[in-house]
């Protein structure tokens, strides 16, 4: 009996354990896959924004790619900012303006624990930083203009800002407990 018991908490310590990597590494192999699947995909007459993210895949919202250089970010962006596209992507926030157009687009990432890791080090970019975008519209360049800290409550940081093009990057913070929102504002290039 005795062995038995031993068995069994030596095997829930190993799973434990090795949980969170597993974790890790299935997400970080959804993100490869779905920016492999926007390297292949070619766009053809296809009006992206029209489409919806509740009921759909992942996939089936992809939209482009997020790449910041200084941070060594590359990661899909997909359409609504639901639990399960914030799993393996960023994702642009339904209601908000499209990505390269005028108004302000917002996208919003899970901040990872691990370095390096989503929008982990998001707090690294200062103004001046260079934020890209490609979508099937094409590759827009962004400047950052502004980083700060806000509370969940205050959602006018997504409000459009006279007829500039802008974009939003929202992210929790701080990272262990995530209280407030790190806001990170760029101006089309």
């Known amino acids: ?3 038995a018991i031993s068995l069994i908490l030596i095997m ?3 799973s434990m354990a090795f949980f969170p990597q597993a974790a890790s590494t299935y997400s970080d192999m959804e ?3 779905l920016l ?3 390297k292949e995909q070619e766009f053809k007459e296809m009006d992206l924004w029209d489409e919806r993210a509740e009921g759909k895949k992942t996939e089936e919202n992809l939209l482009g790619q997020l790449t910041i250089p200084k941070i060594g970010l590359e990661m899909p962006i997909v359409e609504g900012a639901t639990e399960a596209n914030l799993h393996s992507a960023s994702a642009h ?3 908000t303006s499209q990505i390269g157009k005028v108004g302000n687009a917002a996208i919003a990432g899970h901040r990872s624990r691990q370095f390096g890791r989503k929008f ?3 707090n690294e970019l200062e103004t001046g ?5 490609a979508t099937a519209e094409g590759t827009f360049s962004y400047r950052v203009t502004k980083k700060w800290i806000v509370t969940p409550e205050q959602v006018q940081v997504l409000d459009k800002e006279g007829s500039v093009r802008l974009l939003t990057l ?3 913070h701080p990272v262990d407990q995530p209280t407030k929102r790190l806001i990170v504002k760029a101006e089309q290039l």
Do not use: E, F, P, Y
Request: charged fraction near 25%.
């Open 129 to 133: 930083d260079v934020i890209q975008v």
């Open 1 to 3: 009996m005795r062995k």
């Open 12 to 14: 829930a310590g190993l």
């Open 170 to 172: 929202v992210t929790c």
């Open 31 to 33: 993100q490869r896959h």
């Open 36 to 38: 492999d699947k926007w």
């Open 93 to 95: 926030i339904t209601g």
């Open 120 to 122: 982990n080090r998001l």
